[in-house]
C-alpha cells in the first residue's frame, strides 16, 4: 500500500500530515505501530525525556503506544476528518481531498481515566466548534461523540470504558491512580 499522505509545514502550527491522494470515508489511513507500553513506563520515558505528555497515545485504559515521528505529526483538530479505530487504525471519517490536512480528535484517544490535571491542551485549531481546552474522551460533546461512534471511528478500549459509564447511569468507576500521580486521583 502506497503513502496516502505527506508531511508538510503546516504553515501555521508546525508540521502536519497532508492527503496525497482523494481518501474516501471509511478508507484506512493508516495503522499507527509503535511499542505498547504500560503507564508506569510512560511515565519512565517522560522522566527521562525520550517521551513527552503531549505526544503519548492511547491504546488501553493503562496502556500506551510509544508512537513513530510520523505518527506523531498527524495534528488535533475538533472537528476532524479522521479517527480510530480498533487499536490504531486511522480512518477518513469523510471524504478527504487531496491535499487537505488530515487531523483527529485527540480527546478520542485519551481515556476517562486521565484526568485533566495531567492531560489537557489548549486549543487553536480554528473551527467553528473549537473547544478552546481539550481534555479526555469525556469533554467531548455529546453530539459530536456520536459523530465519531457513527463513523466507526473510536478506539475498542474507548468504547468499552463508555460502555461501561453508560451502564451505570453516566458515573464513572474508581480508576487506579496514574503511577507516579497518585495524589491526582
Ligand atoms: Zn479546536
Not at 112 to 122: C, D, G, K, Q, T
Not at 143 to 155: D, F, I, M, T, V
Amino acid at each position: 500500500m502506497g503513502a496516502k499522505f505527506k508531511i508538510q509545514d503546516t504553515g501555521k502550527y508546525g508540521l502536519g500530515v497532508f492527503a496525497d491522494e482523494d481518501i474516501k470515508k471509511g478508507e484506512t489511513i493508516k495503522v499507527f505501530d509503535g511499542e505498547v507500553i504500560d503507564f508506569a513506563e510512560t511515565e519512565e520515558r517522560i522522566k527521562e525525556g525520550s517521551e513527552n505528555r503531549t505526544d503519548t497515545f492511547q491504546v488501553g485504559l493503562e496502556l500506551d503506544m510509544d508512537l513513530d515521528e510520523e505518527s506523531r505529526s498527524f495534528n488535533h483538530s475538533c472537528n476532524p476528518n479522521a479517527g480510530f479505530r480498533g487499536i490504531s487504525e486511522l480512518i477518513a471519517i469523510r471524504d478527504i481531498k487531496k491535499g487537505e490536512e488530515m487531523t483527529y480528535d485527540y480527546s478520542a484517544t485519551v481515556g476517562p481515566n486521565v484526568p485533566a490535571s495531567l492531560w489537557e491542551m489548549s486549543c487553536d485549531c480554528g473551527a467553528t466548534n473549537c473547544r478552546k481546552i481539550i481534555g479526555n474522551v469525556l469533554t467531548i460533546p455529546k453530539e459530536q461523540l456520536n459523530k465519531y461512534r457513527q463513523a466507526g471511528a473510536l478506539q475498542d478500549y474507548i468504547l468499552k470504558e463508555l460502555d461501561i459509564i453508560e451502564k451505570n447511569n453516566g458515573i464513572s468507576p474508581k480508576y487506579k491512580p496514574i503511577p507516579g500521580h497518585e495524589e491526582l486521583s
